[in-house]
């Protein structure tokens, strides 16, 4: 009996122990949320005259999950691939197509294929 309440107290302190490894981690993803230099634009507008590497803020909608971390994007203007890691995602806040959203990130254009992508480095709600 002794053995089992040794091993629930070490099994106990292990949990405790991840939390707050766990919380810690994602105070360590707090981002910047002031003013950017970098000016938003449309999905037109990136999609027409971007560049490759070129840095770049859209708002609007995640209208669908595609798979792993790549997702669809839409404004008014039209839609295009995003890659977004899980650890740009705000923690807690259920993010839907109904909910508006400001991501920037890096854009991604292949000249050969004309396939263009932007690899998103800052999530954040959109007012």
Same mark, same amino acid.
């Given at each position: 009996?002794?053995?089992t309440k040794t091993?629930?107290?070490?099994?106990?302190?292990?949990?405790?122990?991840?939390?707050?490894?766990?919380?810690?981690?994602?105070?360590?993803?707090?981002?910047?949320?002031?003013?950017?230099?970098?000016?938003?634009?449309?999905?037109?507008?990136?999609? +027409?005259?971007?560049?490759?590497?070129?840095? @770049?803020? %859209?708002?609007?909608?995640?209208? *669908?999950?595609? =798979?792993?971390?790549?997702?669809?994007?839409?404004?008014?203007?039209g839609r295009m691939?995003?890659?977004?890691?899980?650890?740009?995602?705000?923690?807690?806040?259920?993010?839907?197509?109904?909910?508006?959203?400001?991501?920037?990130?890096?854009? +991604?254009?292949?000249?050969?294929g004309n396939k @263009?992508? %932007?690899?998103?480095?800052?999530? *954040?709600?959109? =007012?």
């Amino acid at each position: 009996m002794t053995h089992t309440k040794t091993k629930t107290a070490k099994n106990l302190k292990r949990a405790a122990l991840a939390l707050g490894m766990s919380l810690a981690m994602s105070a360590a993803f707090a981002q910047y949320a002031g003013p950017s230099s970098v000016p938003a634009m449309t999905v037109k507008q990136l999609l +027409d005259t971007g560049k490759d590497d070129q840095h @770049a803020t %859209l708002r609007g909608f995640l209208v *669908s999950h595609d =798979g792993g971390e790549h997702y669809t994007f839409a404004d008014d203007t039209g839609r295009m691939k995003v890659e977004i890691d899980a650890k740009h995602f705000p923690p807690g806040v259920k993010i839907d197509d109904k909910v508006r959203v400001e991501i920037s990130g890096e854009f +991604d254009k292949d000249l050969v294929g004309n396939k @263009a992508e %932007l690899d998103v480095k800052r999530l *954040s709600l959109a =007012g």
